[in-house]
């Protein structure tokens, strides 16, 4: 039996310690293991900063560990050369090209950080091309390795990208079986290897409910806590954005008596990640998430519930046009509703204060939603998430399922949230090697200066402007409230 596990430098957080992780496991069932690297295929090279300009601030980076790594645990290493001239010239099969665009659409709502493409109408073509031209010949070769190797087993990471996308194809029209790999969700310092795509939503919760029939509710719920204990940790490896927030405490000043007023909670998310997932992740019909929002407050407040919103932390990282979209909503929804209290991206308010203190929580995609299944809290989806299917949450996807009886509360079960965790949790494998094997620093938490050295990766200079302008944006978006 043989494997090959798709890797480059940017295939996934912790590249290194996730590739060296997913090798090692297909070691345990097939004999003849091979990283494929396909960085000659890809637009975007991330990775540690060159060991010259991380030695000018004091650390060390090692170049040659992951390779030698590789050979300690008898896997092999290639690098899937440039494509010959010949190559370039050769089309895709129709179906092939069509699935590569999606794919390339897809990743420009990412990389461009934004949730509409029209908002870079020069950019946003300029860079796709870059994309196809690149990426387009690996199909072709990795096609042709694979049956020259005899491959039987193929890890790619993701899936959602170009390179990645055309990876799966080639690895299904060489006869290959298709795993998938991933940092892992539910246990620090893993790496996800399964047989579904994270994005998937159907086929991971139909995966979760397979998997509750073999499990006890006692193995369930104990996996399940340990989760959340990490996730409501300071500084959580799974949560990096609980690094900004206070200790988990509550909002509401005591006064000594009793709360009488419910309390809803609204957590907005980052629109353009889901833009790119597909129509499996666009079936609500709200125009955005300030719309869904305003709807159900329009129920909730007559009804004395107490309204207030927490701004996902990431609204600092996003586009520029994106950011002022967000604040404009956030701004109109303020001025219809005057005691709704929002709480800002900037705020060190930790998010488990604002959910512990609140009867009724919605989100539109947000892991919150399933955090606080987990705290017992009853959850409204407005728009399709991973976890609504297993999950005890209800779901509000279109204005005619806003009423008062769709939003009255319940005795909410967090088991169904439990055995999703449970079923994140079963595909997480720890690292088998640490950060230290790789470089002097932890990668969780680059020291200052740093990240820097990304500028002087081996990248197109568009893109190294585009990666100095993005930090330009954040540090201004940082300080806006």
Request: aromatic share 12%; hydrophobic share 40%.
């Amino acid at each position: 039996m043989t494997a090959v596990v798709i890797y480059n430098s940017g295939s996934t957080q912790k590249p290194f310690s996730v590739a060296s992780t997913v090798a090692y496991e297909a070691r345990k069932t097939d004999p003849n293991v091979t990283v494929l690297d396909v960085e000659n295929f890809t637009y975007i090279h991330q990775g540690l900063p060159p060991a010259w300009f991380a030695k000018l601030w004091g650390y060390q980076v090692y170049p040659q560990s992951f390779r030698n790594f590789l050979k300690q645990i008898d896997v092999g290493y290639h690098l899937l050369p440039k494509p010959s001239r010949r190559a370039l010239g050769v089309p895709l099969p129709p179906e092939v090209a069509e699935q590569r665009d999606d794919a390339i659409r897809s990743d420009l709502f990412t990389y461009l950080r934004t949730d509409r493409l029209e908002d870079h109408p020069f950019f946003a073509p300029l860079t796709a091309r870059r994309m196809r031209k690149l990426s387009t010949p690996l199909f072709g070769e990795l096609t042709r390795y694979l049956q020259a190797h005899s491959v039987d087993t193929v890890y790619v990471p993701n899936g959602r990208v170009a390179h990645q996308r055309l990876a799966i194809l080639a690895a299904q029209a060489a006869g290959c079986v298709v795993r998938f790999y991933e940092i892992g969700r539910a246990i620090p310092h893993s790496a996800y290897i399964g047989h579904c795509q994270i994005h998937d939503r159907e086929a991971t919760q139909e995966e979760a409910r397979q998997l509750e029939k073999t499990l006890t509710v006692e193995e369930i719920t104990d996996s399940a806590d340990q989760w959340l204990l990490e996730r409501t940790t300071l500084g959580s490896t799974i949560n990096p954005f609980s690094k900004t927030w206070r200790q988990f405490e509550g909002t509401v000043p005591d006064t000594g008596e009793k709360e009488e007023k419910k309390r809803a909670v609204f957590f907005t998310s980052s629109a353009d990640e889901f833009s790119s997932y597909g129509a499996k992740w666009a079936s609500q019909s709200w125009p955005d998430q300030f719309e869904a929002f305003t709807a159900i407050a329009r129920v909730l407040e007559p009804q004395g519930v107490a309204l207030s919103l927490r701004v996902h932390p990431n609204l600092v990282n996003k586009s520029r046009k994106y950011f002022r979209r967000e604040m404009a909503g956030l701004k109109n929804l303020k001025n219809t509703f005057p005691n709704l209290t929002i709480v800002t991206h900037t705020q060190s308010t930790s998010s488990y204060a604002l959910v512990a203190e609140s009867d009724y929580v919605f989100v539109g995609r947000s892991t919150l939603g399933l955090e606080a299944s987990l705290m017992g809290k009853c959850v409204w989806t407005t728009t399709p998430a991973r976890y609504d299917d297993v999950a005890d949450v209800r779901k509000l996807h279109s204005p005619a399922e806003v009423t008062e009886r769709n939003l009255r509360l319940w005795e909410s079960d967090p088991l169904g949230a439990q055995t999703f965790i449970a079923y994140w949790a079963s595909q997480d494998y720890p690292f088998v090697a640490p950060d230290s094997q790789w470089c002097s620093w932890a990668l969780s938490s680059p020291p200052f200066g740093l990240p820097i050295g990304n500028l002087f990766l081996p990248n197109a200079l568009m893109h190294t402007l585009h990666l100095i302008r993005l930090e330009f944006v954040t540090w201004i978006q940082r300080r806006t409230d």
